[in-house]
């Protein structure tokens, strides 16, 4: 049973610079395609990025396109969303996820993820 546990949240002024993390335990980490998801009060969770297994390829919401980077290193099980240019509106409960499922895009919406993290706040002031 993989298990991914989130990191790096908190406080942060608009314009300002977040990096999350998310450590997974799982044994194949580095067979598994990977998401950032967030989800604000009263809203949907939402795709944020996705990430191919062996990393060559992204996918990117719109809302995030040229403000967020999502990496991988699979050599230390390590899944990261670096957050540039933050606004309020980015303010919500972001999760990782993975899935197991052999496409050869990363899913781009959270039925296609198996494994969740159990999430993180980030907030964003004016």
């Known amino acids: 049973q993989e298990q991914l546990v989130e990191s790096g949240g908190g406080l942060v002024q608009a314009g300002g610079s977040l990096r999350l993390s998310c450590a997974a335990s799982?044994?194949?980490?580095?067979?598994?395609?990977m998401g950032w998801f967030r989800q604000a009060p009263g809203k949907v969770r939402e795709f944020l990025t996705g990430i191919s297994w062996i990393g060559d390829s992204t996918d990117y919401a719109d809302s995030v396109k040229g403000r967020f980077t999502i990496s991988r290193d699979n050599a230390k099980k390590m899944l990261y969303l670096q957050m540039n240019s933050l606004k309020p509106e980015d303010t919500a409960v972001y999760y990782c996820?993975?899935?197991?499922?052999?496409?050869?895009?990363?899913?781009?919406?959270?039925?296609?993820?198996?494994?969740w993290g159990q999430g993180i706040q980030v907030t964003v002031s004016s």
């Open positions: 996820a993975a899935t197991t499922i052999r496409t050869i895009n990363p899913p781009n919406r959270a039925a296609g993820y198996e494994y």
């Open positions: 799982g044994r194949a980490f580095s067979s598994y395609h």
